[in-house]
């Protein structure tokens, strides 16, 4: 059993940057990790995934180059970090855990066990 809590979201401007945290409780170092975001009237979608390791991590194209995953098993928290942040990177942040990795299971949501109750995000143009 996994519980994570987001936290970081906020208002910001385009081209500024947020750092948003998963932290855990449980096992979370046996866990993956993904970031999913769902915007107002849109579905759920895949952000960046990391594997429990980190030896493997996995971006949504939009995002490559801009985000950047990464977690301390020591904390049992996860990161991710958004830099040049843009007006359609509006939405909920949700953070998940997953017993899968790899390049398909990375964006699947079913394949994700545990979910936070996620945090707003909204960058102003």
């Known amino acids: 059993q996994v519980q994570l809590v987001e936290s970081g979201g906020g208002l910001v401007q385009a081209g500024g940057s947020l750092r948003l945290s998963c932290a855990a409780s449980?096992?979370?170092?046996?866990?993956?990790m993904g970031w999913f975001r769902q915007a107002p009237g849109k579905e759920r979608e895949f952000v960046a995934h990391?594997?429990?390791?980190?030896?493997?991590?996995y971006y949504e194209d939009s995002v490559k180059g801009r985000f950047t995953i990464s977690r301390d098993n020591t904390k049992n928290t996860g990161y991710l970090q958004m830099n040049s942040l843009k007006p359609e990177d509006t939405a909920v942040y949700y953070c998940?855990?997953?017993?899968?990795?790899?390049?398909?299971?990375?964006?699947?949501?079913?394949?994700?066990?545990?979910w936070g109750q996620g945090t707003q995000v909204t960058v102003s143009s």
């Open positions: 990391i594997a429990w390791s980190s030896s493997r991590t």
């Open positions: 449980g096992r979370f170092s046996n866990y993956n």
């Open positions: 998940a855990a997953s017993g899968y990795s790899g390049t398909y299971y990375a964006r699947e949501i079913s394949k994700y066990d545990y």
